[in-house]
């Protein structure tokens, strides 16, 4: 099953891309710019070595891909479903990896939302039967990037769909050195979306950048 | 330097009794019953072979002990810390260890607070001066009381007073195979208690009982 990036050329969607791709996962990133997508596409190969990464607009690439990531920054995350809305078919699963965050004086803080996370907030934008999925939430997109570097940790895989999680849980399983849990329902996205908040915070004070979780005892 | 656990009869109270005894610092638990704090102490006592254990009223524990943790259940925290009010100094440093949870058929729904957490909840009721640190929330009670079980995890320690945080640290740093990481300000309580949230829908989904965090790549 070939995996999509909506506006993928990004840090977390180009570092989703190599670990999939490195893999064997068929994945299409996809861009408002055919010619950037493209050329994502093309450094993703090269570092890989591979052809297991294409690129296309986003439109093609939702044409192709029956689970997308949205990998663009929290900020512009409604305004990217708007924009695909009419390309979004009751069958696609939508896997939000966004955490609303911003830095204030070099400080991260914790974007409070009314809806109650970030996932949360995607899904009341998507056309119905459109399945919202969080995960990845809690790895830092730049050791997504560095493929050399084993991720050992756990993924949290949440949303109200079980058949969905299911699936996003299966494509992860392609992935070496990392465990996908079930977290439950899309609500678990308020503890997920604090979580990576937190690691930000302790790599600003332990002055790291890799830092993610692993649950004990499971 | 001593540590009280106010109303520290439950499990939550004498598993950090046990944990901390068993790495030879002096303990009290207090309890609104002198009675019920000495038979707790006696039986962590026993179980441990040592004497680092001693019970006694709340008052009394108050006086003797400079860091004091909150271990009662999130619903009767507020209540506790106002009874004590009289006995709580400037110079106490107090530990909530408490997770806004509740179980609606069997489901583990966490409590959307005002105050944003437990933790900052608490912090509005002690007298001023006081220094309100959140830690041990994500880590089981029944997994401390298991003093044979080596923990392998990371406790979290929040706070808006950093020599407080510092103290916290250092006197977990009793307690092997367990790393206390500093999480900074109190409001990132909002993001541990939630985290346990997690943990518990996690023991429940896999059928375990023990999951708790360790932070990868710090």
Redo the contacts between chains.
Sequence with gaps: VNLGFLSGTGIEGRGLALRFGSAGVPVVIGSRSEERARTAAASCNELLGTEAVSGCSNTEMLGRCPIVFLTVPFANGVDAVEACRPDLRPDHILVDVTVPMRFAGGRPE?VELEAGSSAEEIARHVPEGVAVVGAFKTI?AH?LAEVGTEL??DV?VCGDRESAREEVIRAVGAIPHLRA????PLV?A???E??T???V???R??K???????????
Tied chains: 1, 2.
Aim: charged fraction near 25%; charge should be positive; aromatic fraction near 14%.
């Design positions: 914790f830092p050791v050992r940790c949290f849990l079930d977290a439950g678990m308020r503890a997920l604090r979580m908040w937190l690691a915070s302790l790599n004070r332990y790291r950048k890799g830092a993610r979780f692993a649950v004990q005892g499971l």
